[in-house]
């Protein structure tokens, strides 16, 4: 099973709102990726964690905080979003941070902010 | 640095034709990883192949073909009697040596299969 799941599939939010991405995998995998991919442009990385510690954090602003509550699951808390942040919002798991192995992706969310 | 070009932006065949898509890396590691990723309009990135630095074997799997030449920096994908539903925006992408192993990707080509 190389399944990572994500919800909801779609969320609109208003610039005042607070909501939050979940994303979940059962493969046992230590690493998870959350990625911003803009249409027709290629996914951009945000977030690592590994082992449930951010390890790292591509200059992103605060206004979007992620968290590993545990080893399956990754969530991304959103709050006074900009409209420059609709996009579809990936999240990916690896076996591990080191070694040859691929990122399975999500389905992914499409935020759209208005 | 790393970095990934496929530079077709956009190609369109007709069914049962075969494509390859091309890309182009650059990299100052002399191990390094590379991968196809196919994005259908759903939107979810599906995994195709990871190719290691050491390995230049050419791949195949069923239509689906790579061949990694590390003289060019390339590693080319071939799709051999494409199908509609091999309509794609599909990504290159090559991994670095940090503890991270980030993934950069080529800016992607999107892939039109006409019936």
């Known amino acids: 099973d190389t399944e990572v799941t994500q919800t909801p599939k779609h969320l609109v939010m208003g610039m005042t709102n607070k909501k939050s991405l979940k994303c979940e995998q059962h493969?046992?995998?230590?690493?998870m990726y959350w990625y911003k991919q803009k249409a027709k442009k290629p996914p951009e990385l945000m977030f690592v964690?590994?082992?449930?510690?951010?390890?790292i954090n591509e200059s992103v602003p605060s206004r979007f905080s992620p968290e590993c509550p545990n080893s399956s699951l990754l969530n991304l808390h959103l709050h006074a979003l900009q409209p420059e942040d609709s996009a579809l919002y990936l999240c990916?798991?690896?076996?591990?941070?080191?070694?040859?192995?691929?990122?399975?992706f999500g389905p992914g969310t499409r935020l759209t902010v208005t | 640095a790393q970095k990934v070009t496929q530079a077709q932006t956009e190609i369109s065949v007709v069914e049962k034709e075969d494509v390859t898509l091309d890309c182009v890396y650059e990299?100052?590691?002399?191990?390094?990883?590379l991968f196809w990723y196919k994005q259908p309009p759903s939107g979810e990135l599906v995994f195709l192949i990871r190719?290691?630095?050491?390995?230049?074997q050419n791949e195949i799997s069923g239509r689906y073909s790579w061949n990694f030449q590390k003289s060019t920096s390339s590693f080319n994908f071939t799709i051999t009697a494409s199908q509609v539903v091999d309509s794609a925006v599909y990504f290159c992408?090559?991994?670095?040596?940090?503890?991270?192993?980030?993934?950069?990707f080529g800016t992607g080509t999107r892939l039109t299969v006409i019936p």
């Open positions: 990916a798991s690896r076996l591990g941070l080191a070694g040859d192995y691929e990122q399975y």
């Open positions: 493969m046992g995998h230590r690493a």
């Open positions: 964690y590994s082992y449930e510690k951010l390890s």
């Open positions: 990299t100052r590691d002399t191990t390094y990883y």
């Open positions: 190719r290691n630095s050491f390995d230049e």
């Open positions: 992408a090559l991994s670095d040596q940090t503890g991270a192993n980030n993934l950069f």
